[in-house]
């Protein structure tokens, strides 16, 4: 069964020959290997590929992918050596977007996730430090619904025809 492969740890490389995924030339590099005409699959196809692998939902996907877009964006990042100190570069991404960009805290966990994704799930480099990033402020919850009590007040305060409606 093929699923059975994959649970015994299937690594990239077979994933993608097991399922006849080749490298186009668009969207990868050269590896650095001399000797092979080989390529390597950009970063983001990689963060594809580990995501099926472990069956993740298609829109988690493309929110993990966007989000990692941003973070590369965010720091003009040119190669995969320029993700290379990973706690600092999303501590500076997440505080940015928690005080410029004016997310909800549940955008920047969901941005968080995805760059933490990357670096353990598709680099394979563990964050020994801890990323203490400026959290996103929570939005009061404002109530929709006036109770008894505040609709009696108001309708104290009405007057003229307007009272007679209140009534």
């Known amino acids: 069964m093929i699923l059975a492969g994959f649970s015994a740890?299937?690594?990239l490389g077979q994933y993608q020959a097991h399922?006849?995924?080749?490298?186009?030339?668009?969207?990868?590099r050269k590896s650095n290997s001399k000797n092979t005409g080989a390529r390597t699959p950009a970063t983001v196809e990689q963060v594809r590929a580990v995501m099926r692998l472990r069956h993740d939902s298609l829109h988690t996907e493309r929110a993990y992918v966007d989000w990692i877009r941003r973070y590369v964006r965010f720091h003009r990042m040119q190669r995969r050596e320029d993700l290379a100190g990973g706690e600092a570069k999303i501590e500076a991404f997440l505080t940015d977007w928690a005080v410029n960009g004016r997310v909800a805290p549940a955008t920047q966990n969901q941005a968080m996730n995805a760059l933490v994704f990357l670096h353990k799930q598709v680099l394979q480099v563990p964050l020994d430090?801890?990323?203490?990033?400026?959290?996103?402020e929570r939005k009061p919850n404002v109530p929709v619904v006036l109770t008894r009590e505040e609709v009696a007040r108001m309708l104290?305060?009405?007057?003229?025809?307007?009272?007679?409606?209140?009534?």
Not at 20 to 25: F, G, I, N, R, T
Not at 156 to 167: F, N
């Open 129 to 136: 430090e801890a990323i203490a990033a400026v959290r996103a």
């Open 9 to 11: 740890g299937l690594d």
């Open 19 to 28: 399922h006849h995924l080749k490298a186009s030339p668009r969207r990868c």
């Open 156 to 167: 104290l305060l009405v007057e003229g025809v307007a009272h007679l409606a209140g009534c």
